[in-house]
């Protein structure tokens, strides 16, 4: 990702003080927990024009949740200002350097899987396909049900491991039917839990970042 943003003209700094976003302690309701790794992070990466993850389950959690852990809070106003810096890669690279060909080039067909919080929290949608568009030598197809879950969700996927790996075997069964040789996507979540499957039933489709896709040239 660092080395696509600076080859769209960005500079780039890298916080290696930097941990999580907090959102596993939430979603599991260890909210005081959260609510310590959220103060961190907000520190973290303050004084910067943008702040730029190659996550939307990441981005979607600043955006959506932040507020209700510091409402009314010292830390009130510099979540909501921090709201306004936080982006997804393809989104900032799109709608933000407005950018569109990075150069890249993937010989191959693939196919892109909408993650829910890109789609649902970020509302990402045609911006990671404008990208892959202008890859040298990638065909992008869509599959059906481009939309719908592919079952990981993080804690989901331990508590409802049979409903989690049916809807795995969903998704990467309409990706096996385009003929893709390559399942695309903005979350490495996603993609490690469709891997896992794959792997598992010894399937040849690969699984890639967007930001790998991008910087391949």
């Known amino acids: 990702m660092v080395k696509v943003l600076e080859k769209a003209g960005a500079t780039v700094k890298y916080n290696t003080d930097q941990t999580c976003c907090g959102q596993p302690a939430f979603n599991a309701g260890f909210r005081d927990d959260a609510r310590d790794v959220c103060a961190k992070f907000i520190k973290d990466f303050s004084g910067t024009d943008y702040i730029v993850a190659p996550s939307a389950s990441c981005v979607g959690f600043v955006r959506n949740y932040y507020s209700t852990l510091f409402n009314n809070s010292s830390l009130h106003n510099d979540v909501k200002e921090l709201h306004k810096r936080i982006f997804e890669f393809s989104d900032f690279m799109v ?110 489709i690969k699984t890639m970042h967007i930001a790998d896709v991008l910087a391949n040239s």
């Open 95 to 204: 709608n933000i350097l407005g950018v569109e060909d990075t150069g890249a080039t993937l010989h191959g067909k693939a196919t892109y899987h909408d993650s829910c919080a890109a789609l649902r929290e970020c509302k990402i949608k045609d911006e990671p396909r404008k990208l892959l568009a202008k890859v040298k030598g990638l065909e992008l197809l869509e599959m059906n049900d481009v939309e719908t879950c592919c079952g990981f969700g993080g804690s989901f996927a331990v508590k409802f491991e049979s409903i989690s790996i049916a809807m795995a075997d969903q998704k990467v069964n309409n990706a096996l039917q385009t003929g893709a040789d390559y399942i695309i996507s903005t979350d490495l979540s996603c993609l490690m839990h469709l891997d896992g499957y794959i792997r598992h039933k010894g399937y040849s």
